[in-house]
Nanobody
Framework: QVQLVESGGGSVQAGGSLRLSCAASGRTFSSYVMGWFRQVSGKEREFVAHISGAGRSTYYADSVKGRFTISRDNAKNTVYLQMTSLKPEDTAIYYC???????????????????WGQGTQVTVSS
């Protein structure tokens, strides 16, 4: 069982930056693929980025590529999402998730992920 707690959300103007953090419980953090997803009310949850267990591989949705960076610190059981050049369309609740399966350089199904955090709100104003 893994518990995930996100932090770092908030309100920012367009063009600004935020860094989200997700702290995980448990001793096997490095064995999990970690991902970030986001959801707008009334819409499906969508993939943002994920990172392999050792942190050597990452994959991004086209909508955030070049603006967002996912990273992890396995010694701290934490995964990060650095968001720059934020746009109003980035406004959403951002969720951290953990996957016990294998990493792939492709967009994963939401259902592939086993554990989810409670989410943190990001609001970007124009």
């Amino acid at each position: 069982q893994v518990q995930l707690v996100e932090s770092g959300g908030g309100s920012v103007q367009a063009g600004g930056s935020l860094r989200l953090s997700c702290a995980a419980s448990g001793r096997t953090f490095s064995s999990y693929v970690m991902g970030w997803f986001r959801q707008v009310s009334g819409k499906e949850r969508e993939f943002v980025a994920h990172i392999s267990g050792a942190g050597r591989s990452t994959y991004y949705a086209d909508s955030v590529k070049g603006r967002f960076t996912i990273s992890r610190d396995n010694a701290k059981n934490t995964v990060y999402l650095q968001m720059t050049s934020l746009k109003p369309e980035d406004t959403a609740i951002y969720y951290c998730a953990a996957d016990r399966g294998s990493y792939s350089n492709s967009i994963p199904r939401v259902t592939k992920y086993d554990y989810w955090g409670q989410g943190t709100q990001v609001t970007v104003s124009s």
